[in-house]
């Protein structure tokens, strides 16, 4: 486990770490994130060996934002997701939608739907330009225990830990620390499954739609 200032090498440091199947912390909009390569299949394994997490509970995935256009390959899409899409994204929240062609056959196969995000904290859109590429993303924590707001927590959560992400981006999370709000979008309805830093009524605010 390395504690690494942000800066324009360690930047190129965490992509050779992501790029070898290997896992990085980092601050982000909602709160610490675990990071690895979505075409990695050793990185999925990490990840969750890292959180003691059930192998059958999905994590989701984290796009730059200049592959919002192409969405559409990882997540089937109609004109009402894509409008949801336009709206909330860039934003803290992630959005659950069926599959598409281009999510790896081993990333929770049982699983029709995934969770997408495009996040707006300039650091992780950095991380995820210069990988070039999405990644799997999910809370810097174990599996059922409170999220992590800056370094430290995450230094000490991992600690003892059999395993521990590769390397750890110094800083904190600087706005709401708590994991995204996830919403359900299916039939041209939105239900939110998880509230986090963007509630219930601004969704339907900036939708101007029901929400469940």
């Not at 049982?110 to 992780?124: A, F, K, L, S």
């Amino acid at each position: 486990m390395k504690i690494i200032p942000y800066n324009k090498k360690t930047l190129a440091e965490a992509v050779k770490v992501l790029k070898k199947g290997g896992v990085i912390a980092h601050p982000a909009d909602t709160c610490y994130g675990l990071a690895g390569d979505l075409g990695n299949v050793k990185a999925l394994k990490c990840l969750q060996t890292i959180k003691g997490r059930d192998r059958l509970k999905p994590m989701s995935v984290m796009f730059p934002s200049f592959m919002k256009l192409k969405l559409k390959d990882y997540v089937k899409l109609d004109d009402f997701s894509s409008f949801v899409i336009e709206q909330l994204l860039p934003g803290p929240v992630t959005l659950v939608l069926p599959k598409n062609g281009k999510i790896p056959f081993y990333f929770f196969p049982d699983n029709p739907t995934i969770g997408i995000r495009i996040p707006y904290d300039e650091m992780t859109q950095n991380i995820l330009l210069a990988f070039g590429g999405p990644l799997i993303t999910t809370s810097a924590n174990l599996s059922s225990e409170p999220a992590c707001c800056a370094c430290t927590d995450v230094k000490r959560v991992f600690k003892g830990a059999p395993c521990w992400p590769d390397v750890i981006f110094e800083g904190a999370v600087k706005n709401h620390c708590m994991p995204s709000t996830v919403i359900s979008v299916e039939n041209k309805k939105v239900k939110i499954l998880r509230e986090g830093p963007m509630t219930k009524k601004q969704v339907e605010e900036i939708l101007g739609v029901k929400v469940k």
